[in-house]
């Protein structure tokens, strides 16, 4: 699979590359390829009622750390 970047700036064409990604069967290799520009803020609560950018942004890089790590108690 090719590198993939995100891009805080343009969250539709993000939201392509993780579907385009999600074709493969390994979800750890496709979580692999995913860079970060900055520090995310970890959260698991996505607000619902009254979204904001920055919580959809925190909440998708945090998925994308679990998915890294290969699971939500995993360190590596």
Do not use: W, Y
């Not at 392509?16 to 698991?44: K, R, V, W, Y």
């Amino acid at each position: 699979m090719r590198p993939v970047t995100l891009s805080i700036n343009n969250i539709p064409a993000s939201l392509t590359e993780i579907e385009a990604a999600s074709h493969e069967n390994d979800l750890l290799e496709i979580a692999q390829n995913f860079t970060f520009t900055g520090t995310p803020t970890t959260t698991l609560n996505l607000n619902i009622t009254a979204p904001t950018l920055a919580n959809v942004v925190a909440v998708l890089a945090t998925l994308l750390e679990i998915c890294q790590k290969g699971g939500l108690n995993r360190t590596t």
